[in-house]
């Protein structure tokens, strides 16, 4: 399903895209970008700014609130690559570091981890808690005498290994919720 939507902007007119379409029936997702242009045709005309512009969307029409907030997520609610994406943003919240993690400070992983999973900060802060310590419970079941690098990764992946496994439960949990909000927000775009 797909619906525009073309108001009036102070710099011209800003046409909103709603789509629940994907690149194949098993890859379909929500989501929601704008065009904003000189004039309300948007046939050869200066484009001013284009995008994922959900500031200005929410400033025309506050009502699609909806669909920003799971932009890009499955049509079940999921939001994309919720595990991995998710994880990722915790570990950085928890300033552990990992191979390839993330560059950005706690406060913004922290943030991003908020953002991703739609939650609030003080279920964020359970959340980190919980995760966190079945790292360092992960990490404490390999005891080893000698102190190599070899070791203390096998520490790490297995602190590691037990968190992902909690943080995955947790995801799971989250499922009826984010499946709420879709059906919410697809009946929201049935009526626009």
């Known amino acids: 399903m ?19 379409d994907g690149t194949s029936e098993k890859n379909k997702y929500f989501s929601i970008t704008a065009d904003l242009c000189e004039d309300s045709t948007f046939r050869n005309s200066k484009i001013h700014a284009c995008g994922c512009m959900h500031d200005e969307i929410l400033a025309i ?19 994309m690559h919720s595990v991995e994406n998710g994880f990722y943003w915790l570990f950085g919240a928890a300033s552990i570091q990992m191979p390839y993690g993330p560059t950005q400070s706690a406060e913004t992983c922290f ?6 999973l739609r939650i609030s900060e003080q279920e964020g802060n359970e959340i980190l808690g919980k995760v966190v310590n079945a790292y360092i419970d992960g990490k404490a079941e390999l005891v080893f005498e000698e102190l190599t690098r070899e070791n203390l990764t096998k520490q790490r992946d297995q602190g590691v290994f037990k968190a992902k496994n909690l943080f995955s439960k947790i995801v799971d949990e989250q499922k009826p919720r ?15």
Not at 67 to 76: A, E, G, K, N, R
Not at 181 to 187: H, R
């Open 2 to 20: 797909k619906k525009q939507i073309t108001k009036k902007h102070p710099e011209g007119f800003i046409r909103i895209n709603i789509s629940t």
């Open 61 to 79: 029409m506050p009502k699609l609130k909806p669909f920003v907030d799971i932009h890009l997520s499955t049509l079940d609610g999921s939001p």
């Open 111 to 116: 943030s991003y981890l908020l953002n991703h």
């Open 178 to 192: 984010w499946e709420k909000e879709a059906k919410e927000a697809i009946a929201l775009l049935e009526t626009l």
